[in-house]
């Protein structure tokens, strides 16, 4: 006959099976999708696309763990805002770089500027918080470590980055260190802005014809052959940046530049 407390430890072991199987789940079809996305041509990726942001959001709904989890708290904001001031200063650096090899490309002005990279400064956020409040905490559930976790959750941001070499590694460095930042200050504010900043930094420093426009995915592979008689893209061509997963172009003025004579 069983033991009464090998009976409750087996249920136990059972019910946390269950959970651990349901955040898999929960992963692979947020992950799925969002590779669906990447590697899907025009037209249909604007429709997989909203496919994939209403999964995350109902997923995200049935198990939510709240603001402060989430990072969306002031607590160690200024604690944790040196991530910002890092990001600056590499920014910096990146940019005296960039003019003495000629490569820098900004907005004729401050208000084009803001104009240009509001949109993106924003998705910057969102990435973020798919990256922390999405995957890593879903992962912290799955590893045993939290360094584990960190590291499996920019692995896949880093993927999803793929066929782009510059941006594949920007983003498993980047998504292994902010994730462990995060898990010391669960704060998720200095994070989302200091990845603007670095998405920023790599529009006007790295020619468009280097990192193929920030593009990802199938939009990397066809990059330049699409439109190869087209001199500049807008706006209205774009889903979201690279950065955030999608194909369509980034939104930067370098391809207007780039392509004047």
Known sequence: MAQPGAASSGKADSAAARRKGRVLLEIAIAYGLILLVIWTP?????LLWWVAVAAVIIITSISFDGLKAWGLRTANFFRSLWVV???????????????????????????????T?????LWAGVQQFLLQCFFLARLLRVFP????????????????????PILA???IVWGIASCLIFLHYRNLYPLAIAHAIFGITIAVTIPGRVDHNMRVGWGYLIYGREHPHRHHF??????????????????TLRSRRQARP
């Open 42 to 46: 025009r037209p249909w990726q604007s």
């Open 85 to 115: 001031g890092m990001a600056l200063a590499i920014a910096l650096a990146a940019a005296a770089l960039a003019a003495r090899l000629h490569t820098l490309r900004l907005p004729g002005s401050p208000l084009l500027f803001i104009k």
């Open 117 to 121: 990279y509001w949109a993106y400064a």
């Open 234 to 251: 807008n706006h209205s061509d774009q889903i979201a940046s690279t950065v955030a997963w999608v194909t369509a172009d980034a939104p």
């Open 169 to 171: 590694s920007a983003t």
């Open 145 to 164: 470590r939290p360094r584990q976790a960190a590291v499996a959750a920019a692995g896949l941001f880093a993927l999803a980055h793929l066929p782009s």
